[in-house]
């Protein structure tokens, strides 16, 4: 069973900057697309960036959020700056299904770590 815990979450001011981190138990993180979503309150769960091959972002976050691995450590990171009030969100680590493909769909992804509140204060 594949175990996905995110830290680095937190309350931060208009502009400023937050790092995520998202470690994964197992031995095949390396071979997985990894994500970042984000849930809002009354939203649903939207898609943020994925790193496997190559990066993706959405565009709400495209030029202020870089996600990273580190396959050695198990572990997934989403650099954050410039926030805005309407990062304010639940962000959660997923792994992706089988296949080297990028996927920005939830329903394509079928683990995930509880999630970590980031308030953005304006």
């Known amino acids: 069973q594949v175990q996905l815990v995110e830290s680095g979450g937190g309350l931060v001011q208009a502009g400023g900057s937050l790092r995520l981190s998202c470690v994964a138990s197992g031995r095949t993180f390396s071979s997985y697309v990894m994500g970042w979503f984000r849930q809002a309150p009354g939203k649903e769960r939207e898609f943020v960036a994925a790193?496997?091959?190559?990066?993706y972002y959405a565009d709400s976050v495209k030029g202020r959020f870089t996600i990273s691995r580190d396959n050695a450590k198990n572990t997934m990171y989403l650099q954050m700056n410039s926030l805005k009030p309407e990062d304010t969100a639940v962000y959660y680590c997923?792994?992706?299904?089988?296949?080297?493909?990028?996927?920005?769909?939830?329903?394509?992804?079928?683990?995930w770590g509880q999630g970590t509140q980031v308030t953005v204060s304006s």
């Open positions: 997923a792994r992706q299904r089988a296949g080297g493909w990028i996927a920005t769909r939830v329903e394509n992804y079928n683990y």
């Open positions: 790193i496997g091959g190559s990066t």
